[in-house]
Structure formats: C-alpha cells, structure tokens
C-alpha cells in the first residue's frame, strides 16, 4: 500500500496529551532511499511518506525509547502542534504505539529458574538457539548451560553461544573446568531441563533411555523438571515409531510443547503443523512452566 499524503491526511485528529508517551511498534522497518522514507508495518503493510520525512525520520529514530510530544518538539526544534499531528498520523497507522504515562513499564516476568540446562539438537529451529539465549541471558539472567548434539553442531557453531555467555557441552567424557562427570553436574546444579528443539531422532535417544551421549545421560540422571520441544516436519511428527516415542516420554513425566507453525526447510515456507517453537514462545512461557511444572518422575 502506497500512501504519500500520510501525514497531511490526519491532521483533523486529536492532538496527543503531553504525557502520552510513543514508542515504534516492534514490528515496524524503516528504509530511506534518496529523499523516500519506506515504512513497513509487518502486520499491516508498505508505505511512503512524501513530506516532512527528515522530521518523521528524526521522530522514527528517537521513539526507539518512548517519548511525549513536548519531548520530541523540544529535541526537534519545531512546534508541539506540526509534531503532534505527525505523531497521531503516525499511531493511526500502527507504526507507534503508545505508551501511557501513568502505567508502569512492562518488564519480563521473572522466571524461577536460575541455572537452566538447555539440549539443542540438529532439528533446523536449532538456529532459534542464538535469540533464545541472547534473551535468557540478557533479559531474564539466568545461568546457561547448553548441550549441543553433534548434528546440532553442523547446524550452528557453539562459539556463537558461547560469545553470548552460555557455556556449551557436548561431549560426556570430557573434563573441563574442575568438572570431572558433566552428566552428573549438570543434572544436578540444573533446576529446568529444556530440550529446544528436540529432533525425532533425540527423542528416539530418550524415549529408548539410551543414556548415549551427554544430553541423553543428563536426562536421565536429573532430578529436575524436563521439558521438551519436538520440532520435525509434520511427516515425521505423524509417523508411528515416533508418536510412540513422544507418548513414552509423556509417561515418564516429561513436558512435551506441542506443534505449532514452522518453517520448512523443503517447501521454503512457514507450515502450520511442523512442530516448532520459537524462541519468543519459550521466554514466554517459562514463568508459567516455573509456577506449574514438577518433576513427577520418581
Ligand atoms: C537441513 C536439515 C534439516 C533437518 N531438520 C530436522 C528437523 O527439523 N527435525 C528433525 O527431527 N530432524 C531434522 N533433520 C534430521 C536430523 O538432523 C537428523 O535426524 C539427526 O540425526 C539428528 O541428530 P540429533 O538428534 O542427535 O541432533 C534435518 C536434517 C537436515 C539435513
């Protein structure tokens, strides 16, 4: 959708009060090519302003963090009125929300793991790892410990984790850091196992208790709670062998996320049924599993 007269379109709309605050939608893109200023608004659309762009581009920048109107008329040199209705111009089309004043700043609910061991496997979500653990690190700071299968390896280098501040084990039988049985400590200091993403192959390690290799081995000496994220094509998922071993390791008292949409590497697209969960689900929903979830295994 192209709207070049964006701005000079609203401007019989009610000004902002002075406290209100704005702040960019975290689901908009700016892109400036010559005098043009491309803003994409990912749920909505595509549009160009065609004037006042310097303005709008100055607003665009400072809303990273929110802002009032006399806020932004005071950092841009220009009138409270001009700013005011670029600003409700702006909202009306969804690329910044508003944030009032008066409430609180919403924080990331804090989540009662502290040490969390997290098993990735060579399922492609694997590569979800990295902003997985930005934000567990970032934002929630929680120690990370990460168990990387051998294919999770030729997926993503763990350098990258561990720049990030995880540390991240794959094989059992080496000592490091004055650790000489890393199954056994890592099951042990761990409060949550989070197994994201589990390939069909690992869950076949797990359900059969393989005790094969460190993250097979940390599940089974662990006493704290396991929660697993198969991720597969929706093929896969449906097979038989590999539903029976998704109800197995129900039974045995683990936490299985179930499917939602993903990615597919063959069809190039997102597919409803190709078991994923992103990143962003996993940081929501770890407060809940931390007031809901116990491990039942004896
Ligand atoms: C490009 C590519 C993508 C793959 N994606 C998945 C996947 O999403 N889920 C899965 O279960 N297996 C997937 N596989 C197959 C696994 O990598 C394979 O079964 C492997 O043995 C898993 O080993 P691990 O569970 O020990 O990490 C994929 C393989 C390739 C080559």
């Known amino acids: 959708m192209v709207d070049e007269d964006m701005i000079v379109r609203s401007p ?5 009060r002075p406290s209100d605050r704005f702040v960019r ?6 892109m400036t090519c010559g005098g043009a200023l491309s803003i994409r608004v ?3 659309g595509e549009f160009v302003i065609a004037k006042h762009v310097e303005t709008v581009r100055a ?4 809303t990273l963090v929110p802002s009032t109107m006399p806020e932004l008329a005071s950092k841009l040199n220009l009138s409270e009125h001009l700013v005011g209705v670029i600003l409700v111009s702006l909202f009306a089309k969804r690329v910044l929300i508003s944030v009032n004043a008066t409430e609180p700043r919403k924080e990331i609910p804090s989540i009662p793991f502290r040490r969390i061991c997290l098993g990735i496997s060579g399922a492609i979500h694997v590569l979800g790892t990295i902003q997985l653990v930005a934000t567990l690190r970032t934002s929630v700071n929680v120690e990370l410990e990460v168990i990387a299968t051998s294919n999770a390896r030729r997926f993503i280098d763990p350098n990258v984790l ?3 501040g995880a540390r991240v084990w794959s094989d059992s039988h080496a ?7 890393p199954h056994i400590w890592l099951g042990e200091q761990s409060d949550l196992l989070l197994i994201a993403p589990a390939s069909a192959n690992t869950l076949q390690r797990l359900a059969s208790g393989a005790c094969s290799d460190l993250l097979s081995l940390v599940a089974a000496t662990t006493s704290a709670p396991i929660v697993i994220a198969p991720s597969m094509h929706p093929a896969m998922w449906n097979y038989k062998p590999v539903a029976r071993n998704v109800s197995v390791l129900r039974e045995a008292g683990m936490f299985l996320l179930e499917p939602s949409i993903g990615y597919s590497v063959s069809q190039q697209c997102m597919e ?3 078991c994923a969960v992103s990143a962003a689900n996993i940081t929501d929903i770890l407060p809940w599993l931390g007031r809901n979830i116990v491990r039942t295994r004896t």
Do not use: F, N, T
């Open 12 to 16: 019989d709309l009610a000004l902002p």
């Open 25 to 30: 939608a975290p689901d908009v893109l700016v």
């Open 42 to 44: 990912v749920s909505y």
């Open 59 to 62: 607003i665009l920048y400072i």
């Open 162 to 164: 561990e720049y990030l």
């Open 175 to 181: 000592m490091r850091d004055g650790i000489r049985v």
């Open 272 to 274: 409803p049924g190709a």
